[in-house]
């Protein structure tokens, strides 16, 4: 493998990863908006506190990733302007965050949360 090779695969990996830790503190920012849920700017704002340079249209990204795997949902505000969306967690959003096994990858869940329906001394 060449250096250059070397390089874009480390850049690939690099957002990779991020997105991934995208992806959970947004799932982390829905959970403690439940059961209201958050305008994207909030959720953008709480993401920027980690990813500074991350932008509302790499975010819409992540947002249709998770709700291709119907973790979230999105409702558009009937008052205000058009463009603004507001997210929920689904009921298999919250399960997930709770601990609940996913067989899709693509999200930075720690591995000290606590898996669903597995005992402590097992």
């Known amino acids: 493998m060449t250096p250059k090779n070397q390089s874009t695969d480390k850049l690939l990996k690099k957002g990779i990863m991020k997105n991934a830790g995208i992806r959970w503190t947004i799932l982390l920012t829905l959970r403690n908006a439940s059961p209201i849920g ?4 909030i959720i953008l704002s709480v993401v920027q506190s980690d ?9 819409r990204h992540n947002f249709d990733y998770l709700e291709s795997l119907a973790l979230i949902t999105f409702h558009v505000m009937p008052h205000g302007r058009p463009d603004r969306r ?3 967690l689904t009921a298999n959003g919250l399960a997930y965050v709770a601990g ?21 001394t097992a």
């Open 38 to 41: 958050a305008l994207e700017a």
């Open 100 to 120: 609940a096994p996913l067989a899709e990858t693509g999200i930075a869940r720690p591995s000290s949360v606590k898996r669903a329906g597995r005992s402590k």
């Open 51 to 59: 990813y500074p340079n991350e932008t509302l249209e790499e975010l």
């Open 86 to 88: 507001c997210y929920k």
